[in-house]
């Protein structure tokens, strides 16, 4: 006779006694008590890492991404936004094409993650963003920097979990152009010449000046700009260029 199934049988008529189900949910409460905290912790590292990457794209939409073609806020405005709602909400001046092929106005919504346009100003608590920024003037140009801050899992300020991005970023330039014309023995300065720079001033058209004798524009924001110029010998000609972190000198050649 097979003592173990006559056995298994008996349970089965009988079913758990109360004691018996009284060991099984401790056991399982205890496993519980075990598995809530690596829960808990692994859902506070997701919800930490989600709100990183948000305001690494916050940063992102406003400075811009050369490497990507992407002028962001500041190269298509000009300025810092005056708050985050700007990215999404600002809508003026509209972004139009201007005739030397260099964009300017306002190019949002710039940030289209989640459910609605607003999704973007909160953090994975609920909180909302505090964001600042500020401006320095070196002699080379112009440094700013921006904050972005998030009160972390406690939702409260200035304590021990808040997330913080606070990065310097070169928001204008000096910037050195230097024209050359084409001639038989190559290229060469000419006598003189002169142009005009097309700029973003709060998402409207502006434009400065330069020359042979005052060659350098001053505070050129970070983003696309174009050119226009006329060499004394003959020649003239368009160009389009980025000024983005490092960028002091401008080259330009024209044939006559």
Not at 148 to 153: A, D, E, H, R, V
Not at 225 to 241: D, M, P, Q, R
Request: glycine fraction near 12%; charged fraction near 25%.
């Amino acid at each position: 006779m097979d003592l173990s199934l006559d056995f298994l049988k008996s349970r089965r008529k009988k079913g758990f006694t109360l004691v018996e189900m009284i060991v099984v949910i401790a056991i399982l409460a205890v496993l519980a008590g075990i598995a809530a905290p690596v829960i808990l912790t692994s859902l506070e590292k997701v919800e930490k890492e989600s709100t990183w990457e948000e305001m690494e794209n916050i940063y992102k939409v406003i400075t811009g991404n050369p490497d990507q073609g992407s002028c962001g806020y500041l190269g298509d405005m000009g300025i810092f936004p005056g708050t985050l709602r700007d990215l999404n909400y600002l809508g003026r001046p509209p972004y139009t094409m201007k005739s030397n092929g260099i964009g300017m106005g306002w190019n949002g919504p710039y940030l289209l993650r989640g459910k609605t346009l607003e999704d973007y100003l909160y953090d994975s608590w609920g909180s909302t963003y505090r964001y600042s920024y500020s401006y320095s003037d070196p002699g080379g140009g112009r440094k700013g920097e921006i904050v972005i801050l998030s009160n972390g899992p406690d939702k409260r300020q200035a304590t021990s979990d808040d997330i913080e991005i606070r990065r310097p970023v070169t928001t204008h330039q000096h910037i050195r152009i230097t024209v050359y014309v084409w001639k038989a023995d190559g290229w060469t300065v000419p006598d003189d010449y002169k142009g005009v720079v097309f700029y973003s001033d709060a998402g409207q058209e502006a434009r400065k000046d330069f020359s042979k004798a005052s060659p350098v524009v001053e505070m050129l924001h970070r983003g696309a700009h174009a050119l226009y110029t006329v060499a004394s010998e003959g020649g003239e000609g368009w160009k389009n260029f980025f000024v983005g972190e490092g960028t002091t000198t401008v080259d330009v050649y024209v044939k006559e």
